[in-house]
C-alpha cells in the first residue's frame, strides 16, 4: 500500500485534517513559508534581471529536516498550503527547500480546498494538480517590488527621523489616505442650515365638534412633517432669516394633503461576506480590529474541537473578494431555509450568480461550512469572541439565501399656503431575511399612520419647530471605513488589509481612539518626505494600477519581470534624487531654546514613539529629557497663559494651556488670539479662515481681512 504525504502550512489544521484520511496518510505543517528574501540585503539581484535570492527562514531548519524525513517514507506527496497566492508560493517553496522536483520515484501534487471538511479534502485528493506558476509569480512579484520600497525608502527616514520606522508600498499609500483625509477635516469650514418642521392634526369634522361636551378629549399624536419648499421646487434656508420668511407667510393658512403615494419597497438581502465586508461589520457590530477579526476567523477556518462533532472546520477559507457560493452549499442552505423558516423564506434563483467582478483565484465567499450546525448548537464549544463572530458569518450567509424584506409605504405631501411639507412612513409586511439578519442601521417601523389620509384631507398646523444646523466634515476614517476606502480604490488584496492597518498603528503614524484613526505627528512626518520625494509611490493610482498588473501575472496575461523591470529604474532614480534632497534637510535633533537644568546645555528636540521631546545632547553623560511643548503665541481663553501644542498618549496633537492641569482648557483645532466680534468666543484657524469656537454661533473670518 502507498504511503501518502499531506503537507499543510498550519499545525491547527493537522489534527482536524488526519482525522479525515486513512492510517497510510502523514499529515504535516511547514508553519507558513520556509524560504523567504534574506533580510540583510535587498535580496535580489538588479544585474541579473531581478532575480530572487532566497534563503531558508530562521528556525525553520528543523521543520524542513523533519519533513525530509516524511518525505522519504512517503510514496505520494500533496502540497495542501491555502487556496491562494501566498498558499501557491508555499507550496512552490517547499517544493524547492525539499527538492521535490529532483527526487525520482515521488509524486508531488499540489492540491487545496476551500473548507476544511472531510468531503472537501477528500475531493482536493480527487483532483489533484501541479502548481500554478502564474499564482507564484504574482506571489514573487508582489514580494519583490515590496522589498523595493521598504528597503530602499525606510533607510532615508531612518536617517532624517528615527530608526525603526518604514515604507511600503500599500502601507504608505493608506498613511496618504489618513493624512489626506485629516486635512479635509482641518480646512472644512461648516456652513450654517435650518430646518423647519410642522406637525399637523386632522381637522375636527361636524359630529366630533357634537361631542366634545359629553365624550373626554382624545389625544392625537400629530403628523410631523418637514418642509420643502414651494411650487416651483426645493427651498434652502441657509438663515434664520430665510426661516422667518416662512414663518410669517404661514400664519393662518390653510393646509390640505396634497398628494398620497402608496406602494411596496423591497429591502434585498446582504451577500455574503467577503474578506473587506466581514472586516467592516464585525468592526461596527463586535467592534473588532481588523486583525482580531482575521485571527479569529483563521481558528475557525483551521479547526476547533465541538462538541459531539470533533475538530472541525466551521468555515470557509477567509481571505477572498468573492461572493459566489458553491452548489452544494447553496442547496444546503435552501433546504435548512424551507424546513427552519418555511418555504416561503427560499430565495428565488437570482442569488446563485457570482457578483460578476472580478474574482480573486475563484473563491467563494466566507460561509459556515455547515449550515445546519447553528450558533446556538456550537455556542458552548466556542470562546465567546469565537461565538460572536461565528454568528455573524452564519446569519449572513442564512440571510443570503432569503427572500428580500418587504414594506408597505406612504408619501404626503402637504399643501400649507403657498409651500409645501412631506412626510413618509412605512411598515414591515415580511420581514424575509430580517427574521434572521438585520444590520445595526435598519429602522425601526413608523410609528404614525398615514392610512386615514387622502388627497384633499384638511389639517390643522399646531405647531412649528425650527433648528439651526451646521455641516458636518467628513468623518474620521475607522478601520472598517479605512479597509472599506483601500478596497474601493483597488489598494491591496484581502490578505494585506489587517496586516497594513497593523502596521501603521505599530509604526504610530496613525493612533486609534474611540474607533477613530487619527495621523499623529510622527506620521505627518514620514507622509510628507513621501509625497515630496516618492510621488507616485503614494499615489493612490498608481499602486491600484501596479494591482492590476499583479492581477494580470496572476492570470497569466503579463510577464512577472516586466512589472519588476519597468518599476525598478524609476524607484532607483527617485531614491538617488531623495538622498541627495534629504542631505540639507534636518528633521531631528534641532536646537532649541530649552536649557537642561541639569547641565546647562541647549536641549535638542527628537522623535520618540509619541513624536517630538526634548532631550539633552550631553547624552550618556546626562540623560535629562521632558516633553516638548510647542508654544504658539496665543493667550489662554480661560486664565491668559500660554497655549502649547500637546500629545494624547496615543500621539494625537490638541491645544491645551501650559498652567495644565490647573487650568483645564482644551482643543483639537488651533486657537486663535481673536475673539468673535459676534459672541466673544474663542476662534480657531480652520484652512485660510477663522471660525469662532462656538458652533451655535458660526461666524467666520477670512485669515487675510483678520486684524
Same mark, same amino acid.
Given at each position: ?402 427572500? #428580500?424584506?418587504?414594506?408597505? @409605504?406612504?408619501?404626503?405631501? $402637504? &399643501? =400649507?399656503? *403657498? ?6 412612513? /412605512? ?45 458636518? #466634515?467628513?468623518?474620521?476614517? @475607522?478601520?472598517?471605513?479605512? $479597509? &472599506? =476606502?483601500? *478596497? ?6 484581502? /490578505? ?57 501575472? =496572476? ?153
Amino acid at each position: 500500500m502507498a504511503n501518502y504525504l499531506v503537507i499543510v502550512e498550519s499545525p491547527a489544521k493537522v489534527k482536524t485534517i488526519r482525522k479525515f484520511l486513512g492510517t497510510n496518510y502523514e499529515v504535516d505543517a511547514s508553519g507558513g513559508h520556509v524560504r523567504d528574501l534574506p533580510k540583510s540585503q535587498l535580496g535580489f539581484d538588479v544585474e541579473n534581471d531581478f532575480e530572487p535570492k532566497y534563503i531558508t527562514i530562521r528556525g525553520k531548519g528543523d521543520v524542513l529536516a523533519r519533513l525530509r524525513k516524511e518525505v522519504k517514507k512517503a510514496d505520494v506527496i500533496y502540497l495542501a498550503t491555502d487556496p491562494d497566492r501566498e498558499g501557491e508560493a508555499i507550496s512552490w517553496h517547499l517544493m524547492k527547500a525539499l527538492k521535490l522536483d529532483e527526487i525520482e520515484g515521488k509524486k508531488v501534487y499540489r492540491i487545496s480546498f476551500n473548507e476544511i471538511t472531510k468531503n472537501a479534502v477528500k475531493a482536493s485528493l480527487k483532483a489533484p494538480r501541479q502548481l500554478d506558476m502564474n499564482l507564484v509569480d504574482a506571489q514573487q512579484t508582489r514580494r519583490i517590488l515590496d522589498r523595493m520600497v521598504g528597503y530602499r525608502i525606510s533607510p532615508l527616514l531612518w536617517a532624517k527621523v528615527k530608526r525603526g520606522l518604514s515604507a511600503g508600498r500599500v502601507q504608505s499609500v493608506a498613511l496618504r489616505m489618513i493624512c489626506d483625509r485629516e486635512e479635509e477635516i482641518a480646512a472644512f469650514i461648516p456652513e450654517e442650515f435650518w430646518e423647519l418642521e410642522a406637525d399637523f392634526l386632522p381637522c375636527p369634522d361636524s359630529a366630533a365638534e357634537h361631542r366634545k361636551a359629553s365624550a373626554p378629549k382624545s389625544r392625537k399624536k400629530p403628523l410631523s412633517a418637514r418642509f420643502s419648499g414651494d411650487g416651483d421646487g426645493k427651498i434652502a434656508l441657509c438663515s434664520k432669516e430665510d426661516v422667518d420668511k416662512i414663518l410669517e407667510k404661514l400664519k393662518d393658512c390653510r393646509c390640505v394633503v396634497s398628494e398620497v403615494k402608496r406602494g411596496e419597497r423591497i429591502r434585498k438581502a446582504p451577500v455574503p461576506f467577503t474578506t473587506s465586508t466581514l472586516q467592516q461589520e464585525a468592526s461596527k457590530v463586535l467592534n473588532f480590529s481588523t486583525q482580531k477579526t482575521m485571527r479569529l476567523a483563521q481558528q475557525l477556518y483551521e479547526g476547533v474541537a465541538v462538541k459531539g462533532h470533533g475538530t472541525i472546520g466551521l468555515i470557509t477559507y477567509l481571505r477572498t473578494d468573492s461572493t459566489r457560493v458553491a452548489e452544494e452549499a447553496d442547496q444546503a442552505a435552501r433546504s435548512y431555509i424551507g424546513a427552519v423558516y418555511g418555504p416561503d423564506y427560499v430565495a428565488g434563483e437570482e442569488t446563485r450568480k457570482t457578483n460578476g467582478a472580478k474574482i480573486q483565484d475563484a473563491h467563494e465567499a466566507i460561509r459556515p461550512t455547515d449550515i445546519s450546525l447553528t450558533p446556538a448548537q456550537v455556542k458552548e464549544s466556542l470562546a465567546r469572541d469565537q461565538f460572536r463572530l461565528y454568528q455573524l458569518i452564519w446569519k449572513r450567509f442564512a440571510a443570503s439565501r432569503m427572500c #428580500p424584506a418587504v414594506y408597505g @409605504t406612504v408619501g404626503v405631501k $402637504v &399643501k =400649507a399656503g *403657498e409651500y409645501y411639507f412631506n412626510l413618509s412612513a /412605512s411598515r414591515r409586511l415580511f420581514d424575509g431575511f430580517m427574521s434572521v439578519y438585520v444590520d445595526e442601521e435598519e429602522q425601526e417601523d413608523s410609528d404614525v399612520s398615514l392610512e386615514d389620509l387622502t388627497e384633499g384631507t384638511e389639517l390643522l398646523l399646531s405647531e412649528l419647530k425650527e433648528s439651526q444646523h451646521f455641516t458636518q #466634515p467628513p468623518a474620521h476614517y @475607522t478601520e472598517a471605513s479605512l $479597509v &472599506k =476606502a483601500l *478596497e474601493e480604490e483597488g489598494i491591496g488584496r484581502p /490578505s494585506t488589509y489587517a496586516p497594513t492597518i497593523t502596521t501603521i498603528l505599530a509604526r504610530r503614524y496613525v493612533a486609534k481612539e474611540n474607533r477613530n484613526l487619527y495621523v499623529t505627528e510622527l506620521g505627518e512626518v514620514v507622509n510628507r518626505i513621501m509625497k515630496e520625494n516618492f510621488s507616485s509611490i503614494v499615489d493612490v493610482r498608481f499602486t491600484a494600477n501596479m494591482e492590476y498588473l499583479l492581477d494580470r501575472v =496572476a492570470d497569466g496575461t503579463v510577464d512577472w519581470k516586466t512589472v519588476v523591470r519597468n518599476f525598478y529604474p524609476d524607484l532607483d532614480e527617485a531614491v538617488k534624487q531623495a538622498e541627495k534632497d534629504l542631505e540639507t534637510v534636518t528633521i531631528a535633533d534641532e536646537v532649541s531654546d530649552e536649557v537642561c537644568e541639569l547641565c546647562g546645555r541647549n536641549m535638542v528636540i527628537k522623535y520618540g514613539p509619541h513624536g517630538k521631546f526634548l532631550a539633552c545632547p550631553g547624552f550618556p553623560e546626562c540623560k535629562n529629557t521632558k516633553p516638548y511643548l510647542e508654544k504658539i503665541g496665543v493667550p489662554c481663553p480661560k486664565c491668559g497663559g500660554e497655549i502649547v501644542a500637546r500629545k494624547t498618549k496615543k500621539g494625537r496633537r490638541y491645544y491645551g494651556c501650559e498652567h495644565s492641569p490647573e487650568c483645564d482648557f482644551l482643543s483639537w483645532q488651533k486657537p486663535s488670539a481673536i475673539s468673535c466680534p459676534k459672541c466673544g468666543s474663542f476662534m480657531v484657524e480652520k484652512g485660510n479662515k477663522l471660525l469662532c469656537s462656538n458652533e451655535a454661533c458660526g461666524y467666520t473670518l477670512s485669515m487675510n481681512t483678520k486684524s
